[in-house]
């Protein structure tokens, strides 16, 4: 199987906020945002493991900056880190208004998705090699995001995430 | 201003999942569960600010069963506690087969929501009172959740979370 | 083959009010509402039947309040009798202004279903059994409305619906 | 104010049947349909009183025969009578397998509209002038359907009713 | 393989403009209507081939005259000539204020379609014969624009275009 | 009014072909294709005039290759060359199947748009500097197509087209 590097997973979406996306103060819907996100996450882990994918998890996101009505909405996804089965996605989404010419990052998230082979059951995907600076961090930090989510999820002690603690205790 | 009950937030929201809702395998796409997910806690946190909410975040998220196409999906949300202008809300999901009589809980969620003036300013809402053992129980957790949040915000620092170390250092 | 309880049929369906879905002045279009209102009646048709249904008609609608954009649209459907392969749904419509505190009934109405097997044929349903006082006086309309429905779609001649003809001539 | 010829109002709509508009068996959601038609009729109400409508209610609709994915709908739509404020507008629907080369109709509806003035209140609207045999039948018929209305949404006493009476009892 | 006329083909669609179908200004989006374009334009190949199409090409379109939001839009097309397993068809498009009683021609355009086998590959069509003198018109009219979607796709030379040759040159 | 480069308007757009996108053989159709490519291509243009546009045409566009079901779609988008008030844009469009690792190019097109002012009328616009050699040759050609542009719509004799008119006519 083919190893693969995080730019040959990278994809970029653009949209167009229109009146159905917002609520009625004129900003993007939270729930609309992450379903385009879920998409172009969806796009970068297929475009590592050539399969059909499912969404496993979305990791904590904030909204920093509401999206306008009528703004521009950028999201890049590239994939940080390949496991066994499932692969984390990092997105960033930036919001547009371009008469104003005013760009501003709205939010960061990471999902996971799974990747399934024809009878819906989870395949082994490629590896992924880091090659970049940046995405050696993004690669290292996966495994201490994935302690967290086993932890929330209940199938991990907090305890045994070894990587995870040391962001607790300064030893 | 009047204290609210949990109960008086309750929303039940049911939708039939439709073709367009759904990737290649037949399973509900995650993204179009969050975006019903976020309408259905801003239901919630309009039922208890009486006002425009925005949401400010969502907490970490697992799709434990897929949810498949032409089944019935149930989302019912309710407040746990809020905060000064701020609103914390857990969603439970079930997928339904009608033909087959099985009901599977699809995934637990907690979002958050900010209340806003006429201005798109953040304002007060009422204080949440809770009634019952499990909400009292959410109400108590929801303390820690938002330290989380903080944290992984990078609004606190983890050594300031006292609630929250407690899950990771027994002592 | 079991007998079932309204309540075991009972529906909750909660939609809000978006842009594409009212006219120039802001009123929710009827034609979307009854969009809703056929997926509600159909879910609840589908939890007694367990099978696909197919919807056979649907009785006189009087819209007597619109529904203003951005309000809260809550549906509840629940069976009131059920016939050798349809069933009777009996809806009721909320607008609620959740800013205003302002909660409104819109309209109510009876829709009917038919139970289909695999191959698309009509099949038989379950008996429904009344419990409450009201449960009770709406399983006896139905035969009522079922022959107006009869007679309105030309299948019986008005002479010889007994129950309805009462209607019209005190004896 | 300019008298009308129902020809003045005719509509008509087609739509092909796409996968999101039909249930798991394939075919057409009433909802979906009733939403189409809806549209349809209020244009016709529009050309006659060109001004906005709303929808005031929906007679009795039977669903004959399913229309199924990618099937043509035909909508057409033309006034039958103008009351005060109102319009009824008589509808018949089509579904055409166009590979089988098979038309069939699929039902047939009167629904009512209100005109609106800008402030949103009930309006007058032109006289509706029947000029063919078949559109004077739809003409007298109208006052019958009226008063059927009246009844089932409780604002007319059944032995009132003079017109539908007679429906009832042939004296 | 029977043949057909135009009036065979004849389709009229009707849609009223919502908000979502509008860009920021509540102009209806050049490529909404084009989208709405293409399907009125198959279900007019489709009436004469009686198969599955597919768009093959769209003729130059302008967009004289912008449509408003809550307009009605019309849509009518009509086959001017089928070739061997192509049609091409014609369409007008207009908008119309209702209030207003203002109507207005949109724009024209010139669209072809491919018949497709079950099998996905191009079909014979049947020979449509032109009946009126503007029928006639459009049907000679045909064999020139089809060499300049030739010409434009780089499929002839444009010196072997002897049709459209003649618009450039005055001998 | 400062001048801008190519670059500063380029735009990728990614989607995923859904269920009510294509056609019943599963192929994506053309005028959804059409719809995205537009908003792509409105997107470009208010990158480089940063103010509403209008579509104003379509130059003639051949779907080579159907998109299929589940495809991913890719949309590029470019300013060619600015005019007083309008502005050409370049669009390629590719599908790609990203299990079988194939992707193709779907087709090609030219759009035009004109920059409005807050009353809705055309505006001037920035000038465009072509860098690199092929963006050159593209704003070349981007007097012949508008020539051509003016003939189609009736507004330029073809004997006056001097540089279209070579096209036909080796002197």
Chains 1, 2, 3, 4, 5, 6 share one sequence.
């Not at 501003?104 to 996971?112: G, P, R, V």
């Not at 932890?151 to 002690?157: A, D, E, P, Q, T």
């Amino acid at each position: 199987m083919q190893t693969k590097l995080p730019q040959d997973t990278f994809i970029v979406m653009s949209e167009l906020v229109l009146p159905n996306d917002t609520n009625t103060l004129g900003n993007l819907m939270g729930g609309r945002l992450m379903h385009w996100m879920d998409i172009a996450a969806a796009i970068a882990s297929q475009k590592h493991c050539n399969c059909p994918v499912v969404t496993a998890s979305v990791d904590n996101v904030s909204f920093a900056q509401p999206i306008k009505l009528g703004n521009l909405l950028t999201i890049e996804a590239k994939l940080t880190r390949s496991f066994n089965t499932s692969m984390e996605v990092y997105l960033r989404v930036w919001g547009e208004d371009l008469s104003a010419q005013y760009k501003y990052l709205s939010n960061e998230a990471y999902m996971t998705f799974v990747a399934l082979d024809p009878h819906g059951r989870p395949r082994k995907v490629p590896e992924l090699i880091p090659e970049t600076e940046s995405e050696q961090k993004m690669y290292d930090g996966a495994l201490r995001r994935r302690q967290l989510r086993l932890i929330l999820g209940g199938k991990m002690k907090a305890e045994d995430a070894g990587e995870l603690r040391a962001l607790f205790i300064k030893e």
